[in-house]
């Protein structure tokens, strides 16, 4: 009986103890919020580091952010890299590592994460698309083409996905399916500077 009571006492020391750090994380989360919503962001990125938990993906995902926003762009790597040991199947803090990988122009690490994402998530169409602009920019128009083709068969009526699909048609040749992406652009946006300019060039 006596081992019995005790172990209760120790489970119910560890629920409060439990408790208690949680109502600290949430108001330090939850001032983090409202500095960041007034733009003061070193004070939200405080309010979080004073709890800080290595072991804690929320904490790093969202110091990640926060560093980010302040051009810390090495040290937003660090809490982004170390969110994505946490949760390596997690799609969220490779999206968010892009971020201050590519302010630095680190492509490399950004590709190399667009891969990982695609290849825990094939149909990741945010994903999809940015590799088509990558690869678009430069100048690899096949590849271009194999990202974007797959985005506008997902979604054949993403503007932004058209118009690309369009452009890259147009920079292989294909003039025909380009014009039809084009006149498809123009009907999601009958004033899209960008889409008559491509069926400008088109003879």
């Not at 994380?25 to 979080?48: I, V």
């Not at 952010?65 to 809490?79: H, K, V």
């Amino acid at each position: 009986m006596k081992k019995l009571i005790s172990t209760f006492i120790l489970v119910l020391a560890a629920a409060i103890a439990f408790a208690q750090d949680y109502a600290k994380l949430t108001a330090a989360f939850n001032e983090s919020y409202a500095k960041e919503k007034n733009a003061k962001y070193a004070e939200a990125t405080s309010a979080l580091k004073a709890l800080y938990d290595e072991k804690s993906y929320e904490i790093n995902l969202r110091l990640g952010w926060l560093t980010y926003l302040q051009g810390q762009f090495s040290e937003s790597m660090g809490y982004y890299s170390k969110a994505v040991e946490l949760m390596p199947y997690a799609i969220e803090p490779r999206l968010g590592i892009v971020l201050p990988a590519s302010a630095m122009g680190s492509w490399d690490l950004v590709l190399s994460h667009y891969n990982k994402i695609l290849s825990i998530d094939p149909n990741n169409t945010l994903v999809l698309y940015r590799m088509g602009l990558i690869n678009y920019e430069r100048k690899d128009y096949k590849q271009a083409y194999t990202y974007f083709e797959k985005v506008v068969n997902l979604y054949p009526w993403d503007h932004d996905s058209v118009l690309m699909f369009a452009w890259t048609n147009y920079m292989l040749g294909k003039t025909r399916e380009a014009k039809i992406l084009f006149h498809k652009a123009l009907l999601y946006n009958p004033d899209d500077a960008s889409a008559k300019e491509g069926l400008g060039l088109i003879k």
